[in-house]
């Protein structure tokens, strides 16, 4: 069993910073890959950012200057460093994670999500 946490979630004001984190924890051997995604109020879940184990990166273009994803594999945590946020960056925001494990065959995990509020 694997479990995805993620924090660092609020209210902040247009122009601020959040950065969130996703913590992965069970029987785990590797995450090879984790990224996050955003649901806005009745709109779908879209992707945000993505990173692999090698480092490569792809953003959505809406983050694109804005946000920095990384990962610390000795930690199987995930970040999302969001700057100069805007109002349309409202949403709540999930952690996806690719997991191997001794225990069972590789597959993705999401997190509860996070909600990231930024006013006008």
């Known amino acids: 069993q694997v479990r995805l946490v993620e924090s660092g979630g609020g209210l902040v004001q247009a122009g601020g910073s959040l950065r969130l984190s996703c913590a992965a924890s069970?029987?785990?051997?590797?995450?090879?890959?984790m990224g996050w995604y955003r649901q806005a109020p009745g709109k779908q879940r879209e992707l945000v950012a993505t990173?692999?184990?090698?480092?490569?990166?792809n953003y959505a273009d809406s983050a694109k200057g804005r946000f920095t994803i990384s990962k610390d594999s000795a930690k199987n945590t995930g970040y999302l460093q969001m700057n100069s946020l805007k109002p349309e960056d409202t949403g709540v925001y999930y952690c996806?994670?690719?997991?191997?494990?001794?225990?069972?065959?590789?597959?993705?995990?999401w997190g509860q999500g996070t909600q990231v509020t930024v006013s006008s």
């Open positions: 990173i692999t184990s090698g480092g490569v990166t």
């Open positions: 069970g029987s785990i051997a590797s995450v090879p890959a």
């Open positions: 996806n994670a690719f997991v191997t494990s001794w225990a069972f065959s590789p597959r993705d995990y």
